[in-house]
């Protein structure tokens, strides 16, 4: 690791060089017009990963856009990790919001990051991320220092939802085969805090539609008589959690993991400031579940929340409309052991049944995803935490947050693999918005900290 | 009364093509690109006046677009009436659903108008409607028996709010000044059971704002923590109406009118069918306050309804954001004795009183308006009622409806007449819609009846 280490520190520059041509390309996966650019993006990878010593390097064709693939095998007796990123980027509207070219990378200080960050689309999110894994790579390679085999793919259409990701990896089950997945493609709780995502909140979506007359309605000759659909959404909505915050639909908390005593202290090590919190998204107060403080409200616990909400006039000024429809997008959050499709099942049930006779209700689920908790007794887990502790000289804790990744769970049904989330990022990189931005330290501090992931699960794994 | 009803008879197909004429100009106001076919139906009308007989025909001028004068004033202690309508109408949009042009007028007969309707825009609102007062003139002063004076005003800005009105009777008050306003632009409960209105509500009309973090959050990292605006507008919307369907505003009910015994049981003496009232809007079942019907509660009765609501992610598909903000749109129908201001005030107390305090919650009010009645012990109401019993041949009933008019109340404060609403359509007519159409029989039985109205309120008043 200290020859790893060295090399890594000469060539310091060229991996920011290098990394700056590749966020140059504004791989946009959302918008096709630029499809050329993800061709570029995917090709100028496959280059980087030749140069940085990876066999059997490949542009693979998907229904979508392409997957790049890179690989070394050292022995096949030792374990296998297989490195996850993407390479597509959000498009980078509001253009106008933006302090420097989204697409012309440059170094500024800020608050947090004193060393100075990279400003671009796509520095934090995730080029920025997986190519610290490249980089690590090449490092070890270059030195004759790795110590397992390693598999990359990086993908270009994470940003729209993985679509033709499972394909893929159904096609290539054998060839991506692995002890274990390794993604930079989430945060940790602050530079002097390093931390492991060990829980990400599953997902259920629904559509809801309250339909009263077939016809808006004038108010002055209906209202008082006819059933407004808004008025009764709002009435729905508002009965689906008490005045306690708990969700009221029947069976939802049946299978809700309850952390140990243990498990929950070690979550609330963490150095979270409700008056940061509130001040940093402008927050008179926060709300939520009796019993619990925001941390656990945003991590161990499930939530329910609506989304989106639409109905009647909406313009400038008056229009005494009641609407013949109201609709409203719900989601809740569920933690390990909740199954989407269930959950989705009780809320239709439930949200039926306290429809009112005079309106008809319809319910459309959307996709969603389960729950994901990496076990603090997991290989990957205990790797990955004491690789930090080397590197930050910290104490490194679980996290966990409440987006969901669905990758993660396709890995575990195809690949049947934990996946170890090990990201660099700040909460306030800005990823998806404008001024998107990548700390130089964080940068730095991943390509430092992964081989020595790659080492500990390797000895973990061998012993 | 013979010699008008028999002029009117010889000239039956006379006024209808000069009706038509009027229907041919496309004179909508909300639309600048017509005001060259405001002008043209502003001329085409004075010319009428002036072949009916009336003096003083003016095309007046206002910071909008003109209102045609004309009056027959024939002894100044006899009483004068004020006829008031509009010429303009609404667009024609959406043009595809017309099954015949909107502004080339053809008779088709219907299920409620087997003697055949006329299909126009601005059929029945206003044009045919304003045009019976002209021909019931006409037929008056060609044959020597008008009763009483007459003023004639029809504006070309009713359907955008009659904005330069107030203004217009401002300037003019003492020309225009009167005993009574005759309206027709109202509509009877059915052509088998006539009736006048007699009451419409008032309106408050406000937007609502609920404000949580200063920007859209990501609900799987910050769900279960932070306000959520669309849930909680949903729960302040919700305690706005208890489960009696009664409006939880306090001192929101402290001076709404009661009515009578007997007045309640005139109202109800219309045939309002349940039934009949769901089916024609596709309902599956009615709503409201407790101790009420549905004719009760869309007359008498003061409401509440959320007549636009917004918020979040309205697209397709799902969108996992906790907005920073939700919006609606919430209106109050007044009855007599409520002050649309004082309402308001006490919606806007109300409704901060209960913003829980993790959010900022604003009240932005709109132009109100208050409710109207007209007594039934007034000389315009028994003459309208003795006319249309006349002429019907049926018990004319006091009908109250909800749409406020706020032109009613303009008259009242300026001019200081009460208004007689003695509309000749039905609700049935699609006014505002299209194919719009206007019955033939209403047509000509609103001509026979509006002498009967001059005559009878003329007796009433010098005996």
Same mark, same amino acid.
Request: glycine share 8%.
């Given at each position: 690791?200290?020859?790893?280490?060295?090399?890594?520190?000469?060539?310091?520059?060229?991996?920011?060089?290098?990394?700056?041509?590749?966020?140059?390309? +504004?791989?946009?996966?959302?918008?096709?017009?630029?499809?050329?650019?993800?061709?570029?993006?995917?090709?100028?990878?496959?280059?980087?990963?030749?140069?940085?010593?990876?066999?059997?390097?490949?542009?693979?064709?998907?229904?979508?856009?392409?997957?790049?693939?890179?690989?070394?095998?050292?022995?096949?007796?030792? +374990?296998?990790?297989?490195?996850?990123?993407?390479? /597509?980027?959000?498009?980078?509207?509001?253009?106008?919001?933006?302090?420097?070219?989204?697409?012309?990378?440059?170094?500024?200080?800020?608050?947090?990051?004193?060393?100075?960050?990279?400003?671009?689309?796509?520095?934090?999110?995730?080029?920025?991320?997986?190519?610290?894994?490249?980089?690590?790579?090449?490092?070890?390679?270059?030195? /004759?220092?790795?110590?397992?085999?390693?598999?990359?793919?990086?993908?270009?259409?994470?940003?729209?939802?993985?679509?033709?990701?499972?394909?893929?990896?159904?096609?290539?089950?054998?060839?991506?085969?692995?002890?274990?997945?390794?993604?930079?493609?989430?945060?940790?709780?602050?530079?002097?805090?390093? &931390?492991?995502?060990?829980?990400?909140?599953?997902?259920?979506?629904?559509?809801? &539609?309250?339909?009263?007359?077939?016809?808006?309605?004038?108010?002055?000759?209906?209202?008082?008589?006819?059933?407004?659909?808004?008025?009764?959404?709002?009435?729905?909505?508002?009965?689906?959690?008490?005045?306690?915050?708990?969700? &009221?639909?029947?069976?939802?908390?049946?299978?809700?993991?309850?952390?140990?005593?243990?498990?929950?202290?070690?979550?609330?090590?963490?150095?979270?400031?409700?008056?940061?919190?509130?001040?940093?998204?402008?927050?008179?107060?926060?709300?939520?579940?009796?019993?619990?403080?925001?941390?656990?409200?945003?991590?161990?616990? +499930?939530?329910?929340?609506?989304?989106?909400?639409?109905?009647?006039?909406?313009?400038?000024?008056?229009?005494?409309?009641?609407?013949?429809?109201?609709?409203?997008?719900?989601?809740?959050?569920?933690?390990?052991?909740?199954?989407?499709?269930?959950?989705?099942?009780?809320?239709?049930?439930?949200?039926?049944?306290?429809? +009112?006779?005079?309106?008809?209700?319809?319910?459309?689920?959307?996709?969603?995803?389960?729950?994901?908790?990496?076990?603090?007794?997991?290989?990957?887990?205990?790797?990955?935490?004491?690789?930090?502790?080397?590197?930050?000289?910290?104490?490194?804790?679980?996290?966990?947050?409440?987006?969901?990744?669905?990758?993660?769970?396709?890995?575990? /049904?195809?690949?049947?693999?934990?996946?170890?989330?090990?990201?660099?990022?700040?909460?306030? /990189?800005?990823?998806?918005?404008?001024?998107?931005?990548?700390?130089?330290?964080?940068?730095?501090?991943?390509?430092?900290?992964?081989?020595?992931?790659?080492?500990?699960?390797?000895?973990?794994?061998?012993?």
């Amino acid at each position: 690791m200290v020859k790893a280490h060295q090399f890594q520190e000469a060539n310091k520059q060229r991996f920011l060089d290098e990394l700056f041509e590749l966020l140059r390309i +504004p791989s946009i996966s959302a918008d096709s017009s630029y499809s050329q650019e993800i061709v570029h993006c995917a090709e100028s990878i496959a280059e980087n990963f030749k140069k940085s010593g990876l066999d059997g390097v490949e542009i693979c064709e998907t229904q979508g856009n392409p997957v790049v693939y890179g690989e070394k095998i050292i022995d096949s007796s030792l +374990p296998t990790i297989l490195v996850y990123g993407h390479y /597509d980027v959000q498009p980078a509207d509001p253009l106008e919001l933006w302090e420097s070219e989204p697409f012309e990378p440059i170094i500024k200080k800020t608050e947090l990051h004193p060393d100075g960050a990279i400003f671009s689309r796509g520095s934090a999110d995730d080029k920025g991320q997986f190519f610290m894994h490249v980089k690590a790579l090449e490092s070890l390679i270059k030195t /004759d220092s790795l110590p397992c085999n390693v598999k990359v793919i990086i993908e270009g259409e994470e940003e729209i939802g993985s679509v033709n990701l499972e394909e893929f990896l159904r096609k290539n089950k054998d060839k991506l085969s692995c002890d274990v997945v390794l993604i930079s493609d989430t945060h940790i709780f602050s530079n002097q805090v390093p &931390t492991v995502t060990t829980g990400l909140r599953g997902l259920s979506y629904v559509e809801v &539609t309250v339909e009263g007359a077939n016809r808006d309605m004038h108010s002055g000759l209906y209202g008082g008589a006819v059933p407004n659909p808004i008025n009764i959404l709002s009435n729905m909505i508002a009965s689906l959690i008490d005045e306690n915050g708990r969700i &009221t639909i029947k069976g939802f908390y049946d299978k809700v993991e309850e952390l140990s005593p243990e498990d929950r202290g070690e979550i609330n090590k963490l150095p979270f400031n409700e008056d940061i919190f509130k001040n940093s998204i402008g927050l008179k107060g926060t709300e939520g579940e009796k019993g619990y403080n925001s941390l656990e409200r945003t991590s161990i616990r +499930p939530t329910l929340d609506a989304n989106g909400i639409w109905g009647g006039y909406t313009g400038e000024g008056a229009k005494t409309v009641i609407p013949s429809k109201a609709h409203a997008k719900i989601s809740m959050r569920l933690v390990p052991n909740q199954d989407p499709q269930e959950i989705t099942r009780l809320f239709t049930e439930h949200f039926l049944s306290i429809a +009112p006779k005079s309106v008809k209700v319809t319910v459309t689920p959307f996709h969603g995803g389960k729950a994901y908790v990496l076990p603090s007794s997991d290989p990957g887990y205990i790797a990955a935490k004491k690789a930090m502790e080397k590197t930050f000289g910290k104490e490194t804790l679980p996290y966990r947050t409440g987006g969901s990744i669905p990758i993660v769970s396709l890995f575990e /049904d195809i690949l049947n693999a934990k996946s170890v989330l090990i990201g660099f990022g700040l909460d306030s /990189d800005a990823i998806h918005s404008p001024n998107e931005h990548y700390g130089l330290f964080n940068f730095y501090k991943g390509i430092e900290t992964i081989p020595y992931f790659f080492q500990y699960y390797t000895e973990n794994k061998t012993k």
